[in-house]
């Protein structure tokens, strides 16, 4: 599978993210925020149905559950993200999607 987050990428998504951060509460989530992300990019880029996602991302059903959860939150998350510069990953992707064209 090709991934589409680098390791630079995610230093620099993961920061914002802590920001966006809620207390948690409840049990310990099922998938990593980064393999999470890493499957909305995929169904974003394939168009395919959740419950067609390749298992390795997870049961198709957590993905669900926890993206209506992120949408629920979606406001307060993205107030506190909004100060978060994500320019250098704009820049990341760029360069590597320009590489591999090449």
């Not at 169904?43 to 993905?63: H, N, S, V, Y």
């Not at 992120?70 to 999607?97: E, G, H």
């Amino acid at each position: 599978m090709h991934y589409m987050i680098t390791d630079e990428m995610w230093a620099v998504i993961e920061k914002c993210l802590a920001k966006a951060k809620i207390e948690k509460r409840g049990r310990p989530a099922e998938i990593s925020d980064r393999k999470f992300l890493e499957a909305l990019l995929y169904l974003a880029r394939t168009g395919i149905p959740r419950q067609d996602l390749p298992r390795e991302f997870g049961k198709w059903d957590t993905i669900d559950n926890r993206y209506r959860h992120w949408l629920s939150i979606a406001i307060d998350s993205w107030n506190r993200t909004a100060a978060c510069d994500l320019q250098p990953v704009s820049s990341l992707a760029q360069k590597r999607y320009a590489a591999e064209a090449v």
